[in-house]
């Protein structure tokens, strides 16, 4: 009986959680909910923006931690994450030694950037940045995983924009400058499908503030 009944409140049981890998609040947020619930099992996955959504409209994920914006309707979203945005260039660009970097500078250089499918929100702001600068960015590459940006960056192969959470992420080859103007910071959110949280009463204050 008192285990249905926790298991009634949410206190047991399976959590599948999606996530990008930029969003900082994961660690922090997974130890702070399992001090909470340690009889919880978490099944996290390496998931982009879109197939969260997705995931959380059929059912099949609990929580994203995924990029702003999204296509919210049906779901509960709180931000968790701002970061700023940073150029991110090979080391021996001629502007990897400078502390800021131009948007114009960009212009004739290939850009490393993700398919939109991966992340359409963020995708369309990065692309507004570009155009309210007067620009259009010369992708020549694409991937949805920013690790595989910083490498294609540190490999020489072009240049990117990405949130300053990547600073904590390995990546030789490359250095990182403020970019002028600094445009809107990308922005990371935790997310539900409203009235299927297995967690509905006390999930938010484990993975909020973190």
Known sequence: MQTAQRADRGEVGQLRIGFVPACGAIPRG???FLAKYPGVRLTLRNMTTADQVAGLVDGS???GFLHLPI?????????????????ALPERHPLART?????????????????RAAAPGAYDALITIF???????????????LLARLRLVGAGLGVSLIPAYALRLPRPGSCCARCAPRGRSPRSAWCTRRGTFPLPSHASSSWSGT
């Open 30 to 32: 997974v130890r702070r």
């Open 61 to 63: 994920l609990h929580v």
């Open 71 to 87: 296509d919210a309707r049906g779901l509960t979203v709180e931000e968790v994450q701002s970061d700023p945005m940073l150029a």
């Open 99 to 115: 502390s800021s970097v131009a948007l114009a500078s960009f212009a004739t250089e290939p850009f490393i950037g993700f398919p």
């Open 131 to 145: 155009r309210q600068a007067g620009l259009t960015a010369n992708v020549v590459h694409e991937t949805d995983s």
